[in-house]
């Protein structure tokens, strides 16, 4: 059974940085591609950066330069350094596969809020 935990959100000033941490279980971490998605309120859940297994990475166009993914395969997890932190980066943030058809069962999530 696989099983997603997130953590390292928070509540930040915009502007602002945060490190959000995933840790994988239950799965042959190293082999899967890995993404961070967030979902605010009222909204869809949403990509916002992906990783494959050889580490290429993919970011949404509204966290492109500002977000970073990256991958330590020894752990298990996947990270996401936010910088430059907006109010519209809001949201519970969810790693799962990048894959949709692939998604496992959801973690329960990090809350992001950031303040203007």
């Known amino acids: 059974q696989v099983h997603l935990v997130e953590s390292g959100g928070g509540l930040v000033q915009a502007g602002g940085s945060l490190r959000l941490s995933c840790a994988a279980s239950?799965?042959?971490?190293?082999?899967?591609?890995m993404g961070w998605y967030r979902q605010a309120p009222g909204a869809q859940r949403e990509l916002v950066a992906s990783?494959?297994?050889?580490?290429?990475?993919y970011y949404a166009d509204s966290v492109k330069g500002r977000f970073t993914i990256s991958r330590d395969n020894a752990k298990n997890t996947v990270y996401l350094q936010m910088n430059s932190l907006k109010p519209e980066d809001t949201a519970v943030y969810y790693c799962?596969?990048?894959?949709?058809?692939?998604?496992?069962?959801w973690g329960q999530g990090t809350q992001v809020t950031v303040s203007s």
């Open positions: 799962n596969h990048a894959n949709e058809r692939v998604w496992w069962t």
């Open positions: 990783i494959t297994s050889a580490g290429r990475t």
């Open positions: 239950g799965i042959i971490f190293r082999l899967n591609a």
